[in-house]
């Protein structure tokens, strides 16, 4: 679905001649003279109006076009391929006008090979334009009888309209789903900001039952499958939280934090990792507000396992996994498990052999010590999943296949597929990273070949890129279906039909 992101504000925002990031002004002086600095460009709310939301989403769409297809397109370009002129497409990005009908936003889906995004959500662009969201709702309200006069009143009224919008909007049945994860996640972080005196309408205990399905659905299912399932849970969700006379609203926030756990997990499979990366600060905040030291430490150490397969750097990994570390203290606690797996696999990655071993063995001695508990998503391979990954990047050949073995037992009669697969390639990733390049490459093939396109989710397959990885450079050219290889481990386009 998304893949896009503000430039802008991930670079810092441009002002007069330099640019200001991470709080540092940066001047636009050259070795030869001064540069010209592009003009500012005027941020949005992109969820102000569907008209506003429909133009930063063709906006993004155009600033990751290189990215996505490999070529430039600028907005010249853009006016050339849509037929439309530069002036029209610069007031439908700001939000100004929209397209006069669907074909036009055909053309716009079609240059800027959206796959089909704009024209899904048309129907309800065309339908809201330049409504405030919040003004659409609030009469939404009061035409459903909603009466106050008082304080306490115009307050519950003002909670109400926020935890309503998505059902609302997504009860027209034209949102995508795309459309709904951005909003649900900052609705839920409203709702967490302000929960110390709300109710649960479902009890704690069905919650949690609800995570653990979803998380075995992560383990069983195609993440796209599980991804249309866990969105109206996050709303349901966001709806306890902000119900009057919450017994135990730390409680629910616990929960919420699973879920956003969750729905990061399974945007990181679909590789929508900007989207996950914000899934998991929520997943942070709701953890900090339920005061529980070990989920707050399981949300950031399993942030650090998921860093690994994003495009985010293994020193990010090692960072999250030893701060985690160092907010567990001293007891280890099954939340710390993942930290500490996440630390022994980064470490690995960045060749810090020692470190690595060193992480390994403290995470075989936490898993002695700590008793095996359910949730956490830790399951009776994971410790020797850890292991296998280690040992195929820095240990012996004996060892990893020993680990591979062992972890592959203890899922004999499972049916999670996402660590049965993965593990099988740790072993093409070390037959490459000693020398036995065709052989890594021949396992990997077949593992890729065998399983449904479907279920190649993003993690199994950045597991599949370690196996290219690990071979040199200017040796790939002479391996045989080394091509094939290449065809084979392409990103799906999920939920497409």
């Not at 925002?13 to 010209?36: E, L, P, T």
């Not at 990215?67 to 530069?86: F, H, I, Q, T």
């Not at 034209?174 to 609705?187: F, G, K, N, Y």
């Not at 609800?210 to 992560?218: G, V």
Request: charged content about 25%.
């Amino acid at each position: 679905m998304f893949s896009g992101r503000w430039v802008y504000a991930d670079l810092g925002q441009w002002f007069g001649q330099g640019v200001i990031a991470n709080g540092v002004r940066w001047h636009s002086v050259a070795f030869m003279g001064q540069v010209q600095m592009p003009r500012p460009r005027k941020q949005f709310d992109p969820y102000e109006s569907m008209a506003v939301y429909f133009g930063s989403r063709i906006r993004a769409l155009r600033d990751t076009y290189e990215v996505r297809v490999g070529e430039s397109l600028n907005l010249g370009d853009l006016s050339a391929k849509a037929g439309y002129a530069r002036s029209m497409l610069t007031a439908i990005e700001r939000g100004e006008v929209l397209p006069d009908r669907r074909t036009r936003v055909q053309a716009l889906d079609d240059a800027l090979e959206a796959k089909g995004e704009l024209v899904a959500v048309w129907p309800l662009v065309q339908r809201l334009g330049r409504i405030p969201i919040t003004d659409l709702v609030l009469s939404t309200t009061a035409a459903e009888g909603y009466r106050g006069s008082t304080t306490q009143a115009a307050h519950q009224e003002e909670e109400d309209v926020e935890r309503r919008l998505l059902l609302k909007l997504t009860s027209l049945g034209l949102l995508s789903q795309a459309v709904v994860d951005e909003p649900a996640r900052q609705m839920l972080e409203r709702v967490l900001n302000r929960s110390a005196d709300v109710a649960e309408t479902y009890t704690v205990q069905d919650w949690e039952m609800a995570c653990a399905d979803h998380m075995h659905a992560l383990q069983t299912q195609p993440p796209a499958v599980v991804r249309s399932g866990i969105t109206g849970d996050v709303i349901a969700l966001q709806q306890a939280l902000a119900a009057p006379g919450v017994r135990a609203p730390a409680d629910l926030q616990r929960v919420a934090s699973q879920m956003a756990i969750i729905q990061a997990n399974v945007l990181t499979r679909l590789g929508e990792y900007d989207a996950a990366r914000r899934w998991w600060i929520t997943a942070r905040h709701a953890a900090d507000a339920s005061g529980d030291l070990n989920m707050r430490v399981w949300a950031m150490g399993y942030e650090a396992v998921f860093a690994l397969y994003s495009p985010r750097s293994p020193h990010t990994t090692v960072a999250l996994a030893q701060k985690a570390r160092a907010l567990a203290g001293k007891t280890p606690d099954t939340g710390l498990r993942h930290a500490v797996a996440a630390e022994a696999q980064g470490l690995a990655v960045l060749g810090r052999d020692k470190e690595a071993l060193e992480a390994l063995h403290y995470l075989h001695d936490i898993c002695e010590r700590v008793p095996s508990t359910k949730g956490f998503a830790w399951g009776p391979d994971s410790i020797w999943f850890v292991t296998s990954w280690v040992h195929s990047f820095v240990g012996s050949d004996r060892t990893a296949d020993e680990a591979c073995d062992k972890a592959l037992a203890a899922e004999r009669n499972s049916s999670r597929y996402q660590n049965r697969v993965n593990v099988q390639l740790h072993r093409s990733i070390r037959a490459s990273r000693v020398g036995d390049y065709e052989r890594g490459l021949r396992g990997a093939t077949e593992m890729i070949d065998g399983l449904p396109a479907q279920y190649r989710s993003l993690m199994i397959l950045n597991t599949a890129h370690r196996v290219i990885d690990a071979v040199p450079i200017e040796k790939r050219a002479q391996l045989k279906g080394f091509g094939d290889y290449q065809a084979a481990i392409k990103p799906p386009a999920f939920g497409a039909a």
